[in-house]
């Protein structure tokens, strides 16, 4: 069964992600389709996959990462406007069946991502 999975790294402190406001959307002809907002927990992974099974189509998707906000409840002065605010990730799914895990490590300056298991 297929899933879509993703957590956080905040590599400035080298800590998980913890809170950081998370949404999924799907884009459909060029429009976003909001999915699901969700919030990391302590260990800045998800409770439960974002998609699972029947609901994890093959397509084009978004991550909004709320990194700005993240930082600011954290106590670190961000300029404004923030460097990196939200951090978006488009990414394709193609096989439905497998297991999509897209993390973010980040931090007020910089992130990366990459496909995991």
């Given amino acids: 069964m297929g899933r879509l999975t993703t957590h956080v790294l905040d590599t400035a402190a080298g800590i998980p ?4 406001s998370i949404t999924l959307s799907r884009i ?7 999915l699901a907002t969700v919030r990391t927990n302590d260990d800045g992974r998800c409770d439960r996959p974002l998609l699972e099974g029947d609901a994890l189509q093959p397509g084009v998707y978004e991550l909004d990462f709320a990194a700005g906000d993240y930082f600011r409840s954290r ?14 990730l ?23 991502t990459y496909r995991g298991s």
């Fill in 75 to 88: 106590g670190i002065e961000l300029p404004q406007p923030a460097f990196l605010d939200v951090v978006t």
């Fill in 17 to 20: 992600g913890q809170g950081m």
């Fill in 28 to 34: 459909v002809d060029n429009r976003r389709d909001t």
């Fill in 90 to 112: 488009r990414f394709g799914i193609a096989d439905a069946s497998a297991h999509y895990h897209v993390p973010l490590l980040v931090s007020p300056w910089s992130y990366s």
